[in-house]
């Protein structure tokens, strides 16, 4: 054998390449809570020590300080329950919204949104979007309510959801609600401080539904809800029915289920709230450095609603090309993700059995195709945040 041969051995298989490091994650629920460690865990050992765990004196303060946040005035009131997905169950279920009601939403939203009007037996019609701000077209929500689709039940309640924590354009809805003698709610599951005129969410609709998942604006560190309103009469009903429907122990004055928020998770969430504030500013501090190294390229920076204070629980580009810029920002060690790829209406489980408004949701299936969310959480380093921008400078 030559001296060549034996110093070139036969080729064998290259072995794919490793993924790529992910060093700018798109979110990072434990770093929200190494952020404020020495006030969560203090927190939970406070529950832990007080020998009562579920609808106790942690979960009443917090609702009562909740409240306070969300409106000063002392007009709310907030009632704690089990989930995002539940809260929007009991407000329907407090207004007596069930079988023979239809309720408005849209289909591009969290499929929660459209499970709860389905647990409480009501039909769900699926309006559009306003392509800018991915929220409900106020427009098509006037004329259903105007001339309401045949062959389905009155519309009872229109569930505005305020996604990504911009606020749909509430004035005209309001007035088209009010009109038609329909019941708005606004589902505030990814708004937590979002404002409208200098208003926060969750005070405008006869009630509001807020999500207290881990990754939410203001999360526990499992999983959470909370329903506000001004109707002191709602909020009782609403509390009564998290609870079987007790008013008195062990006594069901009308038919109720089990959602309650538990006493460590409230606790956690005490200790978290009053940080909230400075952690929308910072998304928003992040949201204007994205928006500034896109000026000028060829993706556009999300659109902020006028007299809307955006609170960036999804910072949201829209790209025809869509799994290509996800690649080529894994590559650069940026992690995205989708919220959400495909519409409700879309889905395996209620494919052709929901109904749709008279724009057949053809706005929501191209932001379907196009939109891609950037890291965003209050805990991104200015490094990470420098990371990010680079790449999107380069894209262009």
């Given at each position: 054998m030559s001296e060549t041969r034996r110093m070139?051995?036969?080729?064998?298989?290259?072995?794919?390449?490793?993924?790529?490091?992910?060093?700018?994650?798109?979110?990072?629920?434990?770093?929200?809570?190494?952020?404020?460690?020495?006030?969560?865990?203090?927190?939970?050992?406070?529950?832990?020590?007080?020998?009562?765990?579920?609808?106790?004196?942690?979960?009443?303060?917090?609702?009562?300080?909740?409240?306070?946040?969300?409106?000063p005035s002392g007009a709310q009131r907030a009632v704690g329950c089990a989930n995002g997905t539940d809260a929007i169950v009991l407000i329907l279920r407090g207004l007596g919204i069930g079988p023979g009601s239809t309720v408005a939403t849209v289909s591009h939203t969290a499929v929660a949104t459209v499970a709860a009007i389905e647990m409480v037996g009501a039909t769900p019609l699926l309006l559009d979007i306003d392509p800018d701000t991915y929220t409900m077209d106020a427009d098509e929500l006037a004329a259903v309510l105007d001339d309401p689709p045949p062959g389905l039940p009155p519309i009872r309640a229109a569930v505005a959801v305020h996604l990504y924590g911009q606020a749909c354009d509430l004035r005209p809805m309001l007035e088209a609600c009010r009109a038609a003698g329909v019941a708005l709610i606004e589902d505030c599951a990814q708004a937590h401080g979002a404002a409208l005129d200098g208003r926060r969410l969750g005070t405008f609709g006869v009630a509001a539904a807020?999500?207290?998942?881990?990754?939410?604006?203001?999360?526990?560190?499992?999983?959470?809800?909370?329903?506000?309103?001004?109707?002191?009469?709602?909020?009782?009903?609403?509390?009564?029915?998290?609870?079987?429907?007790?008013?008195?122990?062990?006594?069901?004055?009308?038919?109720?289920?089990?959602?309650?928020?538990?006493?460590?998770?409230?606790?956690?969430?005490?200790?978290?709230?009053?940080?909230?504030?400075?952690?929308?500013?910072?998304?928003?501090?992040?949201?204007?450095?994205?928006?500034?190294?896109?000026?000028?390229?060829?993706?556009?920076?999300?659109?902020?609603?006028?007299?809307?204070?955006?609170?960036?629980?999804?910072?949201?580009?829209?790209?025809?090309?869509?799994?290509?810029?996800?690649?080529?920002?894994?590559?650069?060690?940026?992690?995205?993700?989708?919220?959400?790829?495909?519409?409700?209406?879309?889905?395996?489980?209620?494919?052709?059995?929901?109904?749709?408004?008279?724009?057949?949701?053809?706005?929501?299936?191209?932001?379907?195709?196009?939109?891609?969310s950037l890291p965003m959480f209050p805990e991104l380093t200015a490094a990470q945040v420098a990371t990010v921008c680079a790449a999107l400078e380069e894209l262009g």
């Open positions: 070139n051995p036969p080729a064998t298989a290259v072995a794919n390449p490793p993924p790529p490091v992910i060093t700018v994650p798109q979110a990072d629920p434990g770093a929200g809570y190494r952020a404020r460690k020495a006030e969560i865990d203090a927190a939970v050992a406070r529950a832990l020590a007080s020998g009562w765990y579920i609808l106790g004196e942690e979960g009443r303060a917090f609702e009562r300080e909740f409240a306070a946040w969300l409106d807020f999500s207290l998942y881990p990754t939410k604006n203001l999360g526990a560190l499992g999983d959470g809800g909370v329903v506000t309103t001004a109707d002191a009469d709602l909020a009782e009903r609403m509390a009564a029915i998290r609870q079987y429907g007790w008013r008195e122990r062990y006594v069901s004055d009308g038919p109720g289920i089990n959602s309650r928020l538990d006493e460590v998770q409230a606790a956690v969430l005490r200790a978290r709230l009053p940080f909230l504030d400075a952690g929308n500013a910072r998304r928003r501090e992040i949201a204007g450095a994205y928006d500034a190294a896109l000026a000028g390229g060829t993706l556009a920076a999300p659109v902020c609603r006028e007299g809307a204070t955006h609170v960036f629980h999804q910072y949201v580009l829209r790209a025809p090309g869509r799994e290509a810029l996800q690649a080529r920002l894994r590559q650069a060690g940026i992690g995205t993700a989708v919220h959400y790829p495909v519409p409700v209406h879309a889905q395996p489980a209620y494919r052709g059995r929901v109904a749709l408004g008279p724009a057949g949701c053809r706005e929501t299936e191209l932001a379907a195709r196009e939109v891609l």
